[in-house]
């Protein structure tokens, strides 16, 4: 969910619209479209979109699209899971603003999703984001809990997950556990008889683990699963989801993969049915070190590259 700027105003005109961009800023027609119609939306999400909208067209701060022409309120972006368990994440950037303006904004914020009109959305979690980059980290600039809890938790196949501000989980939980369970599948196929098997078939390598969900819901059927991660808060959460689900053999490892993977597939030892590695990255692909890295593993015996941009394997 985005908030159109000062070159993209919403369908009514109004610059300070909650919602979607549609167009191109190459060709200059670039406006915000709410996402009230759109049916693969829960109606929680609607609703704090709704809301967050009214509150930025009342403050005297203006939207920011594009840094150099000023502004300050950017993005949000809202979360939930199976239970209506809800979390926003205000982006902003400060400009020129003092801390203690900056302050005050943040204040006028919590009060209305905990007092105001936006309290109707019952938050369980409010976070803020303070940056003058377009992306960065938890450690580069602190996602700050303004109100209610630091987690969601969600759960597939049987785990039990928590969701932090920066950590990716899928979005979808009913496509999510399809896809978990094909990947399971693919890493140790069911039985003729169409019961699952239950043997320890060698070690499974995660790329991209996210907060360990690909990994743990794979572990009770493999020795040892081993996982790169670069976002530290996802590591944190992987580890914690694993403790938390009583799952002792899985590590997780934080770093960029193209770092850390090359080092660490000298270390690898297949063992049973020899490694698995299954990759999982964002919308770019994997770094050609990565790619390298595995197809210079000979115990590597199956490969499951799950991708949302296939046209870029």
């Known amino acids: 969910m985005v908030l159109a700027a000062s070159r993209s105003t919403g369908v009514d005109g109004n610059p300070k619209t909650g919602g979607f961009y549609v167009g191109t800023g190459r060709q200059g027609n670039i406006i915000c479209v709410n996402g009230d119609h759109l049916l693969n939306m829960p109606e929680k999400l609607k609703q704090v979109a709704r809301y967050y909208q009214d509150f930025i067209r009342l403050s005297p701060l203006e939207p920011c699209l594009q840094f150099h022409t000023g502004g300050h309120c950017r993005e949000v972006t809202v979360r939930t899971n199976t239970e209506g368990h809800t979390m926003a994440i205000v982006y902003f950037h400060p400009q020129s603003l003092t801390q203690e303006e900056v302050a005050v904004h943040k204040a006028d914020l919590v009060g ?7 309290s109707v959305c019952q938050l369980d ?7 003058s980059m377009t992306r960065c980290t938890h450690e580069e600039s602190p996602y700050q809990l303004l109100h209610g809890q630091p987690h969601i938790y969600e759960e597939l196949l049987g785990f039990k997950f928590r969701i932090s501000a920066d950590a990716f989980f899928q979005v979808n939980q009913a496509a999510a556990q399809v896809i978990y369970g094909t990947v399971r599948d693919l890493r140790v196929p069911n039985t003729e008889e169409g019961r699952e098997r ?6 499974l390598l995660d790329v991209c683990c996210g907060t360990g969900a690909i990994g743990i819901t794979i572990s009770p059927r493999v020795d040892k699963v081993i996982a790169i991660e670069l976002i530290e808060q996802a590591v944190e959460n992987a580890r914690h989801n694993a403790a938390f689900n009583n799952v002792p053999n899985c590590e997780f490892i934080p770093g960029k993969a193209e770092v850390v993977l090359p080092g660490l597939m000298s270390q690898l030892s297949s063992t049973g049915g020899g490694l698995t590695a299954v990759v999982n990255p964002a919308r770019a692909g994997r770094h050609p070190r990565v790619v390298r890295a595995l197809r210079n593993q000979p115990s590597i015996r199956r490969l499951v590259y799950v991708s949302c941009k296939p046209h870029e394997l």
Request: hydrophobic share 25%; no cysteine.
């Open 125 to 131: 979690s409010l976070f803020f984001q303070e940056s």
């Open 198 to 203: 239950r043997t320890l078939d060698g070690n």
């Open 112 to 118: 209305h999703f905990t007092q105001g009109p936006g």
